[in-house]
């Protein structure tokens, strides 16, 4: 690794990487980059609708080769969530796919009644039939879970309705308010960085949104760069009481293999970081 110390990227894709089906100029040579240099970077994404694998075939396709290990889902997040909440528990699940996969991989049994969990996620095969039957589900004890708050996602034609606004009716007509593991959740953005591999200190979040991306990357102690290629705008930054560490135009502004990145992003204090030995910071703190 050039830049001198040890760094791992947490990296939003719509908006940073690509737009709808477009690569985001500098993008591609970014992501290079960080492979010629080993520096460790996993995408982190609030669409539960494809599996880590759908997700890294379309970044290859695009023109980044990734693996799965590349890709980390709020719907990997709420799976694993739920496994440490309640071992082999049931779910009914408004979604695709990618959570589907995620809550069997992760010993999940799908269910049509008397579930533990209403897990929702994006979807577009919504009918109010099914929204009519979590309602019921919640009301008769089952626990509600939001992948993520997103109130709306970009798609070719436009912006549909995204998993926040879903799950908002549901939670109106029970007054039971979901919990949400997704962006900026600290569960999904503590997971993905142990899954990374990174200490707090070592882990710098990419994002083009504030109130997902940079809020999730502050809250854990991240570093953070906003990029304004996507959802926030420089002159939106006056309404938030936190800030990023870096705005830049887009990552291609970025040079992963150069010393500046380190000057401008040092590394942060490492007290705040989690010790990797136990038995290490107990005898260091004895």
Request: hydrophobic letters at 40%; proline letters at 5%.
């Amino acid at each position: 690794m050039t830049i001198g110390t040890r760094k791992g990227f947490l990296i939003d894709m719509d908006g940073v990487i690509y737009r709808s089906h477009e690569l985001i100029p500098g993008a591609a040579e970014f992501i290079a980059g960080l492979r010629r240099s080993k520096i460790p970077f996993m995408f982190l994404t609030n669409n539960s609708q494809r599996t880590r694998r759908d997700v890294a075939m379309k970044l290859t396709r695009m023109g980044i080769p990734v693996e799965d290990k590349h890709i980390f889902t709020c719907a990997m997040a709420t799976a694993r969530f739920l496994a440490s909440q309640k071992p082999h528990g049931t779910a009914y699940v408004i979604g695709e796919g990618g959570l589907l996969n995620a809550l069997h991989s992760n010993g999940y049994a799908i269910v049509d009644r008397s579930p533990d969990y209403v897990v929702v996620g994006e979807g577009r095969t919504l009918s109010f039939e099914m929204l009519e039957q979590a309602v019921q589900m919640v009301l008769d004890g089952a626990k509600l879970i939001a992948t993520n708050l997103d109130p709306n996602c970009p798609t070719n034609s436009g912006t549909r309705p995204g998993c926040g606004a879903i799950v908002s009716l549901i939670e109106k007509a029970t007054g039971i308010q979901a919990f949400s593991v997704g962006k900026p959740s600290p569960v999904m953005m503590r997971m993905a960085r142990k899954e990374l591999g990174m200490a707090t200190s070592e882990t710098i979040m990419i994002g083009d949104t504030m109130e997902t991306d940079i809020q999730g990357g502050v809250q854990m102690g991240y570093k953070t760069i906003l990029v304004l290629s996507g959802g926030s705008k420089r002159e939106d930054l006056t309404k938030f009481a936190y800030q990023p560490d870096l705005v830049i135009d887009s990552v291609a502004d970025l040079d992963a293999e150069a010393g500046l990145l380190h000057s401008i992003l040092p590394t942060m204090n490492r007290e705040d970081d989690t010790p990797h030995d136990l038995r290490e910071w107990a005898m260091a703190h004895a």
